[in-house]
Each structure stands twice: as C-alpha cells, then as structure tokens.
C-alpha cells in the first residue's frame, strides 16, 4: 500500500511541477480554444502546442506568439511562464 501512495504521490507532484512551468493549458481552456485554434493565432503548429502544455520546453519567439495569441502582452510573460 505504502508504494502505491508514493507513486500517486509522485505523479501528483509532476502534475503539479508541469502546472508550475506553464498555464498555457489552463488559460486556453479558459477562453474556450481548443489547441488547433491557438495553433493557427500563434503560428505555430498544434503539436508545439501540446509540447509546451506538457511543460517541454520551446524557444523565446514562440513563447512570445503564444503571449499575443493568448491576449497577454509581452510584460505579461510571467502570467504564463514560470521560468
């Protein structure tokens, strides 16, 4: 039992390391875009898209499209990216 409470444990906690990176996901799902959509207003593809929710990292000028797409501007980088 005691193993298994620690494995939760742990994916909870790289759950929440993830959500500590980025709020990509939480702040596109707020405004009701799906991952294609935010795709196409940042110009980027769907496949950096969930890349970048599943805390990898990526270069500065895409996190910077994904601010604009997002409505943020850039002084609002840390609203988005923890790093």
């Not at 939760?8 to 980025?22: E, K, P, S």
């Not at 207003?41 to 500065?60: F, N």
Request: net charge positive.
């Amino acid at each position: 039992m005691m193993r298994m409470c620690a494995k939760i444990c742990n994916v909870c906690l790289t759950r929440c390391l993830l959500m500590i990176m980025n709020s990509v996901k939480k702040l596109r799902e707020e405004r009701l875009m799906s991952k294609a959509e935010l795709a196409r207003l940042a110009g980027v593809s769907p496949i950096t898209i969930d890349r970048i929710e599943r805390g990898e990292d990526c270069r500065m000028e895409t996190k910077r499209k994904i601010l604009l797409a997002l409505g943020f501007s850039l002084s609002d980088k840390n609203k988005v990216f923890q790093d």
